[in-house]
């Protein structure tokens, strides 16, 4: 029965994807290189560790959304879940490399998002736990199944700068902000009233309003 391990080799941003992407590198390896194996329908769950990096002052500062306060940060710093992702791996003997997706997105009401944007240098700890199904063929020639071994896993530091050339490429200086409709609604009404042409000059003139209002409170 065929035994695998699994190893991250590298990660780069996917090119000319629909949607923001990256993709791990990411070598099968059978224990037992005289099986040949036909094919391993896998599945893998990448999850974020932010207990095993270090983060300077204007991290913390850009996290505490997330975290909260540093000194809470011994009870608060778990595991996030990425995401799962299927990979069909092909027919192979020794070991081989397929790419596994990590989708990404600029929303801001997505916890990964949240940690991703604020890092400003060094990697992502990252776990990939693996499952799945192996086929490959027996000592007669006939089709075998097992599965994964469930203690699988593999561990990689993903550069933070992958993603963010990756998200500078797909949203050059633009990031995304998603309102509730009704409050939508209102600030679209706001920008028309005033003949307001963009978006962020709406902004601009909401926090300087927001602005003069607390220097009058701090004056009064």
């Known amino acids: 029965m065929p035994q695998l391990n699994f190893q991250i080799e590298g990660a780069e941003a996917v090119p000319f994807a629909a949607s923001p992407q990256i993709s791990l590198k990411t070598r099968v390896q059978c ?3 005289s099986i040949a194996v036909q094919n391993v329908l896998l599945q893998c ?3 974020i560790e932010p207990a095993r990096r270090h983060y300077k002052p204007e991290e913390q500062d850009k996290l505490h959304d997330l975290f909260g306060a540093p000194s809470r940060w011994g009870q608060t710093l778990r595991q996030m879940l990425w995401t799962n992702a299927s990979v069909v791996v092909p027919s192979f003997q020794g ?4 790419n596994v997706p990590l989708p990404c997105t600029f929303d801001f009401n997505v916890a990964v998002t949240k940690y991703l944007y604020g890092l400003e240098y060094g990697e992502v700890p990252l776990c990939v736990l ?3 199904t192996i086929f490959y063929a027996g000592e007669n020639g006939q089709l075998q ?3 994964v071994s469930w203690d699988r896993e593999a561990n990689y530091r993903l550069p933070v700068r992958v993603w963010k050339e990756m998200m500078d490429a797909y949203y050059p200086n633009v ?7 009704d409050i ?7 920008k028309i009233d005033r003949g307001i042409l963009t978006w962020e000059q709406v902004l601009e003139n909401l926090l300087a309003k927001s602005e003069e209002n607390d220097l009058r409170k701090a004056n009064a």
């Open 184 to 190: 939508f609604d209102q600030v679209y009404r706001y």
């Open 130 to 132: 693996f499952s799945g």
């Open 45 to 47: 769950q990448i999850q």
């Open 31 to 33: 224990t037992d290189p």
């Open 145 to 147: 199944v097992a599965k």
């Open 95 to 98: 070991s081989t490399v397929v």
């Open 175 to 181: 990031a995304w902000l998603c309102l509730p409709r």
